[in-house]
């Protein structure tokens, strides 16, 4: 798992609330991503980080915002969850040679 | 042109047989060819993975197909057995940090 881990692992939350779902490292990587994951689309990138302070938008990045003010967290933050925004949220590191390594994924439920 | 177009959606094949899976990418700046394994409740695991100088890589049971000209690049399962039963993605990455994902592929295995 390359070390990575995410927290909560489960969530329910009403909508209109804000929510922030972990991302902790222990390797070291300077890269980290943060994804969704919905039937029939797969998996799409939300933001992902070149560094601490570093960030950058992915596909689907409205609604979401993150930070990272440390190598080893990465936070992404739903300021105003919205029903379409129940999901699976996957974070992933990249390795070596450009793989990326997934955590074990966080089931997000909004009421 | 970013896309990765994944084949089949589902797939069913016996136990001991051949499991075939397609993808198509369109970018030729895309160098890395990594498939990942997703059993339920799981995060994506790194299988194997291909760049574009060789046409072919196999790991046990497993190997990736790649076609340069064709920009077609697949997964082939040897000997298919029940433990394989999962979802695949392909995807492809640029040298630029970028990953995109195939839709998925469910792989089911009858026993």
């Known amino acids: 798992d390359a070390g990575i881990t995410q927290s909560p692992r489960h969530k329910v939350t009403e909508t209109g609330t804000p929510v922030t779902l972990r991302c902790h490292q222990t390797?070291?990587?300077?890269?980290m991503y943060w994804y969704r994951q919905d039937p029939g689309h797969g998996l799409r990138l939300i933001h992902y980080s070149y560094g601490v302070k570093d960030t950058d938008k992915g596909e689907v990045s409205d609604g979401y915002s993150v930070s990272r003010s440390k190598t080893e967290d990465f936070l992404l933050t739903l300021e105003s969850a919205t029903s379409s925004q129940t999901s699976v949220y996957f974070c992933?590191?990249?390795?070596?040679?450009?793989?990326?390594?997934f955590g074990p994924g966080t089931r997000l439920t909004v009421l | 042109q970013q896309q990765v177009k994944q084949s089949p959606q589902s797939l069913i094949v016996q136990k001991g047989g051949i499991s075939i899976i397609n993808c198509a990418y369109e970018?030729?700046?895309?160098?890395?060819f990594p498939w990942y394994q997703q059993f339920p409740g799981k995060g994506p695991a790194l299988l194997i993975a291909i760049r574009p100088d060789v046409s072919e890589k196999k790991e046990g049971r497993f190997t990736i197909s790649f076609n340069k000209s064709a920009k077609q690049f697949s997964l082939h399962i040897m000997d298919s057995q029940p433990g394989d039963s999962a979802t695949y993605f392909c995807?492809?990455?640029?040298?630029?940090?970028?990953?995109?994902f195939g839709k998925g592929t469910r792989l089911h295995i009858l026993p």
């Open positions: 992933a590191i990249k390795g070596s040679y450009n793989e990326q390594f």
């Open positions: 995807a492809a990455a640029s040298r630029d940090d970028k990953i995109i």
């Open positions: 970018n030729t700046a895309f160098d890395y």
């Open positions: 390797e070291n990587h300077r890269y």
